[in-house]
């Protein structure tokens, strides 16, 4: 599946054109962006992997508008080179996911997507091949130091990378998808509930272990055709740093080498290029960036996104916590407004989680945050895959 920041980067291109063009040294050029309001965007892929394919269909919004405007009631299926159709039912708002969820892509088959919306309009995907997956060999991280101008200290961390090799020798086309999961703790255990009295906590670290997943909001893509051999050594991927708690206690990242076509990595290798490009208008216009699906009739009408057909390679990965200095801020206790507490009589508000300081005493936290981890986004629940 594309990650849904791909699909909000797909969405917010009109809104990276704008910046572009008010940020270009030239004289400003102001497109009409009305005609490229409503247009719709095509997120799917389908695999040799584990994954069920889904499909996600949605409009682009206006430059001041970023919701998601979903689309429903469209019937969608693949055909592969045997003129086999598999269909798709509708599993939420805009999502639609094939029926036999065992079906899955064959190394060497053909594929082609096939959208019918309720308003009668007909889209296809072109029809691209499942490239046979290359093994990855290794993932692994490495301590480094980077700096930012904004930040008076050295950024320390760990920077991940990647080796794999073909065993054919024609050019490979690689995306990596990154998924990546880790421990943290809150600053303080819950001690005591104040519930008109300092009640025992029979277990104070209820809430201060979490685990919290997230995609990784980067593209990464590189092709072999100007290597002497298919091999990759020390390709670059995520640098996480010490500023935040991701390294604090295990991190996880999991890789997704997929092996992609040549049109589909000129297609994802152009939005990387995007991402880091700073040109003007001139330069560059994201709204060229066209995917791989057409409306039948009228061709030349925008369509955004991809419809990607890959081979799949997976590796997982642990890191504990490094010896680095780290600089993520932690909660100070506050001895001050303990005593408040007698005047707070509303059961309502209770109860208020109190730390037990050793030879400090009873302590507040100056939020929630500071003694429940769920509400720095993750989950009390480890991950099924999770490894201590």
């Avoid at 020390?234 to 992609?260: A, D, G, H």
């Avoid at 005593?339 to 936290?365: C, S």
Wanted: aromatic share 12%.
């Amino acid at each position: 599946m594309i990650s849904s920041w791909e699909i909000m980067r797909i969405r917010n291109f009109i809104s990276v054109l704008l910046l572009l063009i008010m940020t270009s040294c030239v004289e400003k050029y102001w497109p009409e962006m009305t005609k490229y309001e409503n247009v719709l965007v095509v997120d799917g892929e389908l695999t040799n992997g584990d994954e069920v394919c889904e499909v996600r269909l949605s409009y682009s919004s206006s430059t001041n508008n970023g919701s998601l405007i979903t689309i429903s009631d469209a019937e969608l299926y693949i055909t592969d080179k045997h003129n086999i159709e598999t269909p798709f039912n509708e599993i939420d708002n805009g999502v639609y996911q094939v029926t036999d969820t065992s079906f899955r892509g064959q190394i060497g088959n053909s594929y082609q997507l096939h959208i019918a919306l309720a308003n009668g309009r007909v889209y296809m995907s072109d029809i691209d091949i499942l490239t046979a997956p290359s093994p990855i060999d290794s993932v692994y991280g490495v301590h480094e130091t980077h700096e930012d101008i904004n930040i008076n200290h050295e950024i320390y961390g760990i920077h991940f990378y990647v080796n794999n090799h073909s065993d054919i020798s024609d050019t490979c086309f690689y995306l990596w998808k990154l998924t990546q999961t880790f421990e943290y703790h809150s600053s303080f255990d819950i001690d005591f509930l104040w519930m008109g009295w300092f009640k025992p906590n029979t277990n104070p670290d209820s809430l201060g272990t979490c685990w919290r997943t997230s995609n990784v909001d980067k593209i990464f893509t590189m092709s072999t055709e100007h290597l002497d051999q298919p091999v990759l050594t020390n390709f670059p991927l995520i640098y996480i740093s010490t500023e935040t708690k991701m390294l604090s206690v295990r991190y996880s990242l999991l890789v997704k080498q997929l092996s992609i076509s040549r049109n589909a990595f000129n297609f994802w290798d152009a939005l990387r290029q995007q991402n880091i490009d700073q040109g003007n208008l001139y330069s560059q216009q994201p709204l060229q960036i066209r995917g791989n699906v057409k409306n039948i009739v009228d061709p030349d009408e925008t369509v955004l996104g991809y419809f990607t057909v890959a081979g799949i390679t997976k590796k997982r990965i642990y890191v504990n916590r490094p010896i680095l200095p780290f600089y993520y801020g932690i909660c100070e206790p506050d001895f001050e407004n303990i005593g408040w507490l007698y005047y707070e009589m509303n059961p309502n508000d209770w109860p208020t989680y109190v730390v037990d300081i050793p030879n400090r005493g009873k302590a507040l936290g100056t939020s929630e945050s500071c003694f429940d981890c769920r509400l720095e986004g993750g989950s009390i629940t480890p991950p099924e895959f999770w490894e201590n």
